[in-house]
């Protein structure tokens, strides 16, 4: 699951939000690899939606400093 919603952000505790982060940027890589060998992912939508979340889960953290 690529999609992460501001609401489910902000019930995350610090570490959680890390460590969803981490899990983000690991599907993102197997995103881009996948892409980069030019086979056509399953999902479209799922390298797009990775990257927004991941930005949302920055924003959110950069917040809490």
């Not at 609401?7 to 881009?32: K, T, V, W």
Request: zero cysteines.
């Amino acid at each position: 699951m690529s999609y992460v919603s501001n609401r489910e952000i902000a019930s995350m505790s610090g570490e959680a939000r890390e460590a969803r982060l981490l899990e983000l940027q690991e599907e993102l890589l197997q995103l881009r690899a996948e892409k980069a060998l030019g086979g056509t992912p399953s999902n479209m939508g799922a390298y797009k939606a990775t990257r927004r979340s991941i930005a949302r889960l920055k924003t959110h953290m950069s917040g809490q400093n």
